[in-house]
């Protein structure tokens, strides 16, 4: 049909946009509208060592996309997406109760503890053991489940003061890959701007150069 060959299009279309990024960034948002889509952009970046960087509810969809694909957890989803799912790998936890209408979203600036001075978090806050960063959520993930995740490699690197609330995740073997609960872009300023999207940009900038790198070899003449 008309309609299926139009997806189709629109298929090729977005994985070669994916394909030809020198980077991912998954942002906040709220709902499950296009989660999927994203879940299967962060597979795509973890697996092919894509600079990428989550924010908010992109962590939170790469816990997801973790633990689906590396733990086996095929139904792992957030509980903001399904309330009754067997597999909730990210939950609501509000810093008041849970039964309040208004106002339960944790805001504004938190504490994360950074807690390995060899991370990709360390170095891109230039060895700081702390940061205050700017929050706006009521989702979070599952402290239930954050050691299995990190046995598996998915590794809380930052986390609050009471080591319930995962603040920053990190995987080994990638050159960029770092997820925050907070979100950076609150505090940064053009003159002044966040130090993980320098990082950030600066990952790109390098995955540019080596794939440049590798497109000239594989225009040379002789085989």
């Known amino acids: 049909s008309m309609e299926a060959a139009n997806n189709k299009v629109k298929h090729e279309e977005a994985w070669d946009k994916l394909r030809s990024s020198h980077c991912v960034l998954v942002p906040g948002g709220f709902g499950d509208r296009g989660t999927e889509g994203k879940v299967i952009a962060v597979n795509y970046a ?3 060592k894509v600079p990428f960087l989550g924010i908010c509810l992109g962590m939170q969809l790469a816990v997801v996309e973790f ?6 957890w095929r139904d792992a989803t957030s509980e903001e997406f399904d309330k009754s799912a067997n597999n909730k790998v990210v939950v609501y936890m509000p810093e008041i109760s849970k039964a309040t209408m208004g106002g339960n979203m944790r805001l504004g600036t938190r504490k994360t503890l950074i807690l390995d001075s060899e991370s990709l978090a360390s170095k891109i ?3 700081k053991m702390a940061v205050d960063e700017r ?3 009521r989702y979070e993930v599952n402290p239930e489940v954050a050691h299995l995740l990190s046995a598996q490699g998915l590794k809380f690197v930052g986390q609050d003061e009471t080591g319930q609330r995962m603040e920053i995740v990190e995987i080994d073997d990638h050159p960029f890959y770092f997820g925050c609960q907070y979100h950076p872009e ?4 053009p003159g002044n701007p966040s130090p993980v999207f320098m990082a950030f940009a600066m990952a790109a900038q390098e995955f540019q150069k080596k794939g440049n790198m590798t497109n000239s070899l594989d225009d040379e003449p002789f085989r």
């Open 67 to 72: 633990a689906r694909n590396q733990l086996g």
């Open 125 to 127: 806050y230039g060895g």
């Open 186 to 189: 609150f505090k940064s300023r």
């Open 135 to 137: 929050h706006r959520h």
């Open 46 to 48: 973890r697996t092919n």
